[in-house]
């Protein structure tokens, strides 16, 4: 394994921060957490702007319920969205582990090639699963 890195599914930083913070069970009931959180939901972005979000299934800081809740926003309001939703992955290493599937998009975008979608994936009957393949276009 790598130095430094403690083997196994949760990081250390996960576990200290499911220790000591946001200890009751849901903060979106409560107050002033719930309007604070409401008056900080992202709203859609321009239609011609494409959207990659990436997820990890295993995430327990970052849940994927509330990370689909975005680009199912996004897309009713016209955009194009990638989910990539990486299936062992939790918050502590995602964006390492993103990171070449993120590069290989974005060079896809300066490349002139359209941004794959996913939204009718995100709103069939499936939507609750992953919506990715893994393949960035």
Do not use: K
Request: proline share 10%.
């Amino acid at each position: 394994h790598r130095v430094g890195l403690r083997p196994g599914p949760s990081l250390v930083s996960q576990r200290r921060l499911q220790n000591h913070f946001l200890t009751v069970p849901d903060i979106t009931r409560i107050e002033p957490w719930r309007s604070l959180l409401l008056q900080h939901i992202p709203g859609p972005l321009p239609t011609n702007v494409p959207l990659l979000l990436t997820q990890g299934a295993a995430d327990t800081l970052v849940l994927p319920s509330v990370t689909r809740a975005y680009p199912a926003r996004q897309c009713a309001a016209g955009g194009r969205v990638r989910l990539l939703v990486l299936p062992d992955a939790g918050s502590g290493f995602l964006a390492r582990d993103s990171a070449e599937a993120a590069v290989e998009w974005m060079a896809a975008r300066f490349a002139g090639n359209p941004a794959p979608d996913d939204c009718a994936a995100l709103s069939g009957p499936g939507a609750a699963t992953d919506a990715s393949t893994g393949e960035t276009d």
